[in-house]
Nanobody
Framework: QVQLVESGGGLVQAGGSLRLSCAAS????????MGWFRQAPGKEREFVAG????????SYATSAKGRFTISRDNAKNTVYLQMNSLKPEDTAVYYC?????????????????WGQGTQVTVSS
């Protein structure tokens, strides 16, 4: 089993920044690719960014490119999402996810573990 705990969400004004963290515990040696997803009220959960275990491959949703940066520290079993130039449309619950697979995928059902989510609210 792998447990994921997100932190770092909050309320920020448009144009501001937040840094989300996702701490993994348990059988982290079995986890390879990790991703950040978000879900706004009334909308489906969507992919934001993903990173392989080595950090050698990173992928972003179009909405995140140029503003968000995903990174991971395997020594700390933690994945980060630095979010800059935030917009009101970025308001959502942000989830961290982990999968046994080596590749990044935008498909939610391909992830094996999920965190409880952290709320990000961007005011205009």
């Amino acid at each position: 089993q792998v447990q994921l705990v997100e932190s770092g969400g909050g309320l920020v004004q448009a144009g501001g920044s937040l840094r989300l963290s996702c701490a993994a515990s348990g059988r982290t040696d079995s986890v390879f690719a990790m991703g950040w997803f978000r879900q706004a009220p009334g909308k489906e959960r969507e992919f934001v960014a993903g990173i392989t275990r080595s950090g050698g491959t990173i992928s972003y949703a179009t909405s995140a490119k140029g503003r968000f940066t995903i990174s991971r520290d395997n020594a700390k079993n933690t994945v980060y999402l630095q979010m800059n130039s935030l917009k009101p449309e970025d308001t959502a619950v942000y989830y961290c996810a982990a999968r046994f697979g080596h590749t990044i995928t935008v498909i939610t059902t391909r992830y094996d573990y999920w965190g409880q989510g952290t709320q990000v609210t961007v005011s205009s």
